[in-house]
């Protein structure tokens, strides 16, 4: 879209979830739920099934009214945005459209219906990759192109928010690696990026930032490498040595913790390698592995969300 045309941002494009609260009956979907997602960062919003993302995400965009709290996109409830599609693009399943229509014509008539200049549909198929299959029905269309063509049309507005449940449905490998440089570069632009998914290993390299949620409520948010850097687990070292009762006996002296895994690997905590290697040494013991264990985002995950159930 040219600089003439370009839409008109909202605010900072900053989301605002404040003490966000959806009752179904005796269900409690979400709980009192607070967060914020800042723009020019991908943000990943993570929980186990029936955590309640995407009724958060449904009341964020106003298809579900919340029973209480609130939802803000920079500063404005969604439902009170005039020209909605060019502030926000959303995607919450695969793109659905007339079975016997093109997608160019797809994205022809949303673009007629919302008031867009034609050419966008091109220029936004162009934008996912899709222009070769223009003139291909819908219903030849796999998965993980209608993926895309759910994204193309988010991104008809050119809008400074982008707001997507599990995006990567569908997609093979090459698939994913488009996705993700394409949401980073549009993060890099400066919009706000808000992406739910259970792609945890996708989503370490893909989120700057992760909501995690479970049974409705916050569990944790923040910078990615500051949540996996808050696990007491990312101090461990991995040991293997032909002498482990000789080197656990000089570690415990340390203070260190030692744990052994079912490969016979030490697994070591409270003091780091290179005082490891040196206790070694000293005490003449042969060391074949030495390595510092980060954790990943799913092991962090997995932690930070055990015994909390979803609830729908």
Not at 196 to 221: F, N, P, Y
Request: glycine share 12%; charged share 20%.
């Amino acid at each position: 879209m040219s600089d003439g045309q370009r839409s008109p941002t909202t605010g900072s494009g900053q989301i605002v979830v404040s003490g966000l609260t959806k009752q179904y009956k005796n269900v409690r979907a979400v709980d009192n739920l607070s967060f914020t997602v800042e723009p020019g960062r991908v943000t990943g919003f993570l929980g186990p099934n029936g955590a309640g993302k995407t009724t958060t995400l449904r009341m964020l965009l106003n298809l579900v009214t919340q029973s209480g709290g609130s939802a803000t996109i920079g500063g404005r409830r969604y439902a009170d945005l005039a020209d909605p599609l060019r502030h926000v693009g959303a995607v919450l399943e695969a793109s659905s459209a007339h079975k016997g229509r093109t997608g160019i014509n797809h994205l022809r008539v949303i673009c007629a219906a919302a008031g867009l200049p034609k050419q966008r549909a091109d220029e936004a198929l162009a934008l996912v990759g899709l222009t070769p299959a223009a003139k291909r029905k819908f219903k030849g269309y796999s998965l993980g192109m209608k993926q895309r063509l759910g994204i193309a049309a988010a991104m008809l507005g050119d809008p400074r928010v982008l707001i997507l449940d599990e995006p990567a449905n569908g997609l093979d490998p090459e698939g994913i690696r488009w996705m993700r440089g394409f949401l980073k570069g549009l993060a890099h632009e400066g919009r706000t990026v808000l992406v739910s998914s259970h792609l945890l290993s996708e989503m370490q390299l893909l989120a700057d930032d992760v909501v995690i949620i479970a049974a409705g409520k916050l569990i944790r948010q923040g910078p990615v490498e500051q949540v996996l850097g808050s696990m007491a687990q990312g101090g461990r070292v991995r040991v293997r040595t032909p002498q482990p009762e000789e080197l656990v006996a000089v570690l415990r002296e340390q203070s260190a913790t030692v744990e052994t895994d079912e490969h016979g690997v030490l697994l070591v905590g409270g003091v780091d390698a290179p005082a490891i290697g040196k206790a070694a040494l000293a005490a003449k013991v042969e060391l074949h592995e030495l390595t510092p264990e980060r954790p990943d985002l799913e092991r962090v995950f997995l932690e930070l969300t055990a015994g909390k159930a979803g609830i729908r």
